[in-house]
């Protein structure tokens, strides 16, 4: 059997509020790239930041306003950049974080947080970013 020789991965996260969430993932330092109407309203976007793509769909709520999203998985974002700048950056825009910046065993500073609608990131950088 062959093995998948995969180029690349594309995350569509369905989110409970569109705007606050392009509010969240710009204070990250993500950028809107497409947008996709329907009915006049505003039902995804295309986000980028350097070459990771993420997409941002607005839930239709078809299958309730109560349900859970993002359990069981984190999204793990590794860059070149100073984390203590990022997670300011995060901060001031309004944003809390889970945890601080800190130093892993692994020789990498990072952080973590939850964005507005329950998905967890990290964001890690090679220490001593």
């Known amino acids: 059997m062959a093995t998948l020789v ?3 991965i594309l995350t569509g ?3 409970d509020d569109i705007h606050r969430s392009i509010a969240f993932y710009e204070a990250l330092g993500f950028t ?7 009915d006049g309203k505003l039902a ?3 986000l980028r930041a350097g070459e990771l793509e993420l997409g941002l769909n607005q ?3 078809k299958k ?3 349900r859970q999203k993002g359990l069981g998985m984190r999204l793990n974002i590794e860059t070149k950049q100073n984390i203590g700048e990022i997670a300011a950056r995060v901060q001031a825009a309004g944003f809390a974080l889970d945890m601080a910046p800190f130093d892993t065993q692994w020789k990498t500073r990072q952080f ?3 964005d507005p ?3 967890k990131l990290t964001v890690s950088s090679e220490w001593p970013r």
Not at 32 to 38: D, F, G, I
């Open 6 to 8: 995969a180029k690349s």
């Open 13 to 15: 996260l369905t989110v």
């Open 64 to 66: 309730g306003r109560d």
């Open 32 to 38: 809107v790239t497409q947008r996709w109407e329907q």
């Open 117 to 119: 609608t329950g998905f």
């Open 59 to 61: 839930d239709d709520w």
């Open 112 to 114: 973590e947080l939850t």
């Open 44 to 46: 995804s976007v295309m």
